[in-house]
């Protein structure tokens, strides 16, 4: 047996220890009895969705269902969105809401994801690449396609996805083969450089020209000021405290003393970042905020905020769309949080360990 060696610089506090503490009282007092459930599956082994690569040519989607595998996007019936009213009610005058969203009554039926079962903790087998080199799917927290479900894209819309890299967001979008042209962006170039590749693990050539799409490195909050008005649709997932990573990982956690300063300001930057998305959508278009925290300052407070800011500073108005309908599909496949009064949050439980994952969808006023 090796022992450990204790490194004279190992941090007194890890990081992940100082993540722990923090969660516990600040959503010890957000959640209330709620927490010590959501802890346990924080601190849990996370369950991963097998993003379905339409793309590929080998028979993936037998092999998964064999597995035991369901789509959880086509699994129950599809909804027909529209047919119930938005409830959500909030303190805030300037918002609009909503009441009866004109959902298309069909998503697009490439987007598949593969889930096993609540409470079957079995893990996916790498994915392995076709004749032609294109992997068959991509792993990732299947509540992360809830925000591309939600953005609703159509058939010949533009979208910028405003803070794309690794790319599990853009793959999805992708995925869906309905967009006229996606502009991704993120403005760490090592990350951009790592969604080049995703995308050329799992997208065919003919699909990443410079007439489908555009990959920058632009600080996204600049975004507003080069790009108004453009896109159907905009994604904003932006940069959080990453829960889980930051409660498992030691390596490059936002708790590290060194980044106390960069984890303060995390909401400045998302309430810009949101502002930005917002000013390039056109109006009518719509806008999706989502990240991966549990955090009410860094969720529903940034888009009370961003509502409050695009309306005062630049005569814009937003309506904040109900996602009531994407959460009646899929309770049976995740844990939502209840009674948020802005947004949905997909909450960890132990049967079914995805999340967190907060999303809410503005639609600008024409
Ligand atoms: N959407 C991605 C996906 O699904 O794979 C995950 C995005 S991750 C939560 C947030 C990203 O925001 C990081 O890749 C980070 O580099 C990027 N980011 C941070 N600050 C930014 C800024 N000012 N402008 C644009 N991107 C930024």
């Known amino acids: ?41 924080l601190l849990s082994e996370r369950k991963y969705g097998a993003l379905l690569n339409s ?26 969105f529209g047919a119930e009213e938005g409830s959500c009610e909030v303190s805030m005058t300037s918002l609009e809401f909503l009441s009866q969203q004109q959902y298309p009554p069909q998503l697009s039926p490439h987007l598949k994801c593969f889930v096993f079962p609540r409470g079957d903790v079995t893990r996916f087998k790498p994915a392995r690449p076709d004749r032609y080199g294109l992997l068959g799917y991509y792993l990732m927290d299947a509540a992360s396609i809830l925000p591309c479900l939600a953005l609703d894209v159509q ?89 889980r990573h930051s409660l498992t990982e030691d390596d490059n956690n936002i708790f590290s003393k060194s980044r106390t300063g960069e984890r303060r300001r995390l ?14 959508a056109r109006p009518g278009g719509e806008i999706v905020y989502s990240t991966c925290t549990l955090s009410q300052n860094q969720n529903l407070s940034v888009v009370e905020q961003a509502v409050h800011f695009a309306q005062e500073k630049h005569g814009i108005q937003l309506q904040v769309v109900s996602l009531k309908p994407l959460v009646q599909k899929f309770r049976n496949t995740f844990h939502f949080a209840p009674e948020l009064h802005l947004g949905e ?17 503005l639609k600008r006023l024409p």
């Open 1 to 41: 047996r090796v022992k450990e060696k204790w490194a004279a610089t190992q941090p007194k506090h890890p990081p992940t220890r100082l993540a722990l503490q923090h969660f516990d009282s600040s959503y010890g007092a957000q959640l209330g009895p709620l927490w010590p459930s959501v802890r346990v599956a």
């Open 55 to 80: 793309f590929s040519h080998d028979l993936v989607l037998e092999d998964l269902q064999v597995q035991g595998c369901r789509d959880f996007i086509s699994h129950q019936d599809r909804l027909v």
């Open 155 to 243: 058939k010949g819309h533009t979208v910028l996805d405003l803070c794309a890299a690794p790319g599990g967001k853009t793959l999805a979008l992708l995925q869906t083969q309905l967009i006229r042209y996606l502009c991704i962006n993120d403005s760490s170039m090592s990350r951009t450089s790592r969604l080049r590749k995703v995308l050329h693990s799992y997208v065919p050539k003919q699909f990443l020209t410079d007439e489908n799409l555009r990959i920058t490195s632009f600080d996204g909050t600049m975004w507003g000021e080069m790009e108004r008005e453009t896109f159907d649709r905009v994604l904003v997932d932006v940069p959080c405290t990453t829960d």
């Open 267 to 280: 909401p400045q930057l998302q309430l810009e970042l949101l502002l930005a998305g917002i000013a390039a």
């Open 345 to 361: 949050m997909v909450i960890p439980h132990l049967a079914a360990n995805f999340g967190p994952i907060y999303l809410c969808k």
